[in-house]
């Protein structure tokens, strides 16, 4: 089982979530591992109040690290359920 949890680690670090908020304005890049890639902005986006800027790419942030977590939670539940022995849980 730990070389399982192990190869699907590596196998996160090289998938890539594409984050996109503010009708693409900001980008955001992160691995499935959680670590963040990259981050674009539109740069006549910028030029908006700087409140929604702030708060745009605070979103688009969260909404990658949420997709990060949901996908490694799921890919971690894929390795411990058919490790469950019956009657254990």
Same mark, same amino acid.
Request: aromatic fraction near 10%.
């Given at each position: 089982m730990q070389r399982q949890? #192990?190869?699907m680690q590596k196998a996160l670090e090289t998938r890539e979530l594409? @984050?996109?908020s503010g009708g693409g304005a900001v980008q955001v890049k992160i691995s499935g591992a959680?670590?963040?890639?990259?981050?674009?902005l539109d740069? #006549?986006?910028?030029?908006e109040e700087a409140k929604?800027?702030?708060?745009? @790419?605070?979103n688009a942030v969260q909404e990658a690290a949420t997709k990060a977590k949901e996908l490694n939670d799921s890919e971690m539940q894929k390795i411990s359920s058919a490790?469950?022995?019956p009657g254990m849980f």
């Open positions: 949890i #192990e190869d594409d @984050i996109s959680g670590k963040f890639l990259a981050l674009k740069p #006549e986006f910028l030029k929604l800027v702030e708060e745009t @790419i605070l490790f469950q022995m």
